[in-house]
């Protein structure tokens, strides 16, 4: 059973900063991705950034520059550092687990979710 309890959202002002918490229990395999997606009001649910097992990092453009994922293994714990804040970044935040079998099928899980909210 595999588990993801987010933490860390909040309200804060434009320009400021938050960091997201992330901590998985349960079975992560050797090849996984973990990583942030994110749903606005009345839109889609996108992808913000993952990052690998290997440490390769994909990130959404409009959080290139501004968001930093890292992970401690040793915890099985990702963060998300979330620098420049602004309001359109106000969106529900899911925090992601991918495994992959030996055959490379997929299997996901996700977080309760967290809101943050950048407003003055």
């Known amino acids: 059973q595999v588990q993801l309890v987010e933490s860390g959202g909040g309200l804060v002002q434009p320009g400021g900063s938050l960091r997201l918490s992330c901590a998985v229990s349960?079975?992560?395999?050797?090849?996984?991705?973990m990583g942030w997606h994110r749903q606005a009001p009345g839109k889609q649910r996108e992808l913000v950034v993952a990052?690998?097992?290997?440490?390769?990092?994909n990130y959404a453009d409009s959080v290139k520059g501004r968001f930093t994922i890292s992970r401690d293994n040793a915890k099985n714990t990702v963060y998300l550092q979330m620098n420049s804040l602004k309001p359109e970044d106000t969106a529900v935040y899911y925090c992601?687990?991918?495994?992959?079998?030996?055959?490379?099928?997929?299997?996901?899980?996700w977080g309760q979710g967290t809101q943050v909210t950048v407003s003055s």
């Open positions: 990052i690998t097992s290997g440490g390769t990092t």
């Open positions: 992601t687990l991918r495994n992959y079998y030996s055959d490379l099928r997929p299997s996901d899980y």
């Open positions: 349960g079975s992560i395999f050797s090849i996984n991705a």
